[in-house]
């Protein structure tokens, strides 16, 4: 009988043991950050890159990807860094590459020809087509604008 | 020493033979002698003849000079780069950049200032567009669409143009300002253009073809003539005012 009411008792335990498992919530996830991560476009029937979006840390496991420190690069045929743009923090698509922020973004092309500032931008790396939608700021250099003329 | 004898004698006998004009004290071979040891005399030879320069003038009869550089002659002027300062362009509408063809658009609220640091030419807008060129390229044409004005700042005073649309072509530093009609106003006036008008930036002046309407403002003179043929009212003097005692 003592027995009995023991292997009772056991059981009763084990069955709360089991249900306060089964109810209990999973342990909080840690994020899984990749470092510098990195979304190529190469020149079609080449392996030249044309575009690069990275990402200082990218959380590559969710979608869309957050991403932290991150810079957009542009290059020509011939390797050379055609634009640069750097943004604090994005959002990245990697199935159509695409990129955007509500954030502040700094662009410019190479050897200063073309600087911007400004706020939100959309990123199509297929394209290479940028979109920033407010307070553009942008400044010309005027070597572009000045041409040899002849002389008066 | 004995050269100094020699000497002595050798003219001694010369100027004997000059003077007694058959050799002096000595005998007449003797003289012939020593005047066939003397060297003929040469004949005044000619001066050689100088073939004349093509195209040169013998007039004076002078020696003509061959042609030379002169150094300090100014070289042909060679084409000069206008310098530009740079260009702040601003928009509250947002920008769009085409990396493939270099495209930039801007939208909404568009402001050009020119050059950012002392405008000279300050340009609004709905529209901007141009193509940013590769690197070593330079920019051809910047166009501004919609509620177009462009307001000139020079020593003369400010000038506004305003229409439809405006092509900055880089090339020439010409601003070419459609409308319907484009609208130019000045000091002295507002004309109003047929289609178009063009401004040059670098000699600061507008040109206005087709048939233009232009309003003067009174008093202004337009282009340099104004007023009228009446003589001019004398000033009457200003009132004495006697000092109160």
Redesign the interface.
């Known amino acids: 009988m003592t027995a009995r009411l023991g292997f009772a008792r056991i059981g009763v335990c084990l069955v709360a043991l089991a249900a306060g498992w089964l109810r209990a919530e999973p342990p909080a996830a840690r994020p899984v950050v990749q470092k510098d991560f990195r979304v190529f476009d190469y020149y079609r029937g080449s392996q030249k890159p044309k ?1 690069l979006l990275r990402g200082g840390e990218a959380e590559y496991l969710l979608n869309p990807i957050p991403m932290r420190r991150v810079t957009i690069e ?1 290059y ?1 045929e011939t390797g ?1 860094t ?2 640069i743009a750097k943004c604090d923090t994005s959002f990245c698509n990697r199935s159509n590459r695409t990129a955007y922020s509500a954030g502040p973004l700094e ?1 410019r ?3 200063g ?2 600087r ?1 500032s ?1 706020w939100g931008y959309f990123w199509s790396q297929t ?25 008066p | 020493m004995i050269r100094a004898l020699l000497r002595l004698c050798c003219t001694g006998i010369l100027g004997w033979s000059l003077l007694s004009g058959s050799g002096g004290g000595f005998s007449p071979g003797f003289a012939a002698g020593l005047d066939s040891l003397r060297p003929p005399p040469k004949a005044a030879l000619p001066p050689p003849p100088i073939a004349p320069l093509p195209g040169a003038s013998s007039a004076a009869g002078g020696r003509p000079s061959p042609p030379v550089a002169d150094p300090a002659a100014p070289l042909p ?16 509408g ?7 063809t270099g495209r ?1 658009l ?1 939208r909404k609220k568009v402001k050009v200032l020119d ?2 640091d002392d405008p000279r030419t300050i340009i609004t807008a709905e529209w901007l567009t141009t193509i ?4 070593g ?3 051809g044409e910047i166009i501004a669409l919609t509620n177009v004005v462009i307001k000139i700042l020079d020593p003369k005073g400010a000038q506004t143009a305003s229409g439809n649309k405006a092509v900055y072509n ?4 010409v601003v070419t300002i459609y409308g319907d009609p484009p609208i130019l106003e000045m000091p002295s006036g507002t004309l109003y253009g047929d289609g178009f008008v063009v401004f040059n930036r ?1 000699t600061s002046q507008f040109q206005a073809p087709g048939r233009i309407r232009m309003v003067a403002r009174q008093g202004v003179p337009i282009l340099g003539i104004g007023g009228t043929n009446a003589q001019p009212r004398p000033v009457a003097p200003p009132p004495k005012t006697d000092p109160k005692p």
């Open positions: 575009a542009t020509t050379l055609n634009l662009f092309l190479s050897e020809r073309f911007l400004g394209n290479t087509h940028l979109i920033v939608s407010n307070q553009v700021r942008s400044v010309l250099k005027g070597e572009l604008l000045s041409h040899p003329m002849d002389r | 002027p060679p084409s000069m780069v206008v310098p530009r300062g740079d260009v702040e362009i601003t928009s509250e947002g920008f769009d950049y085409e990396g493939d930039v801007y050059p950012v940013v060129p590769p690197p390229g330079k920019v880089a090339t020439n530093d670098i």
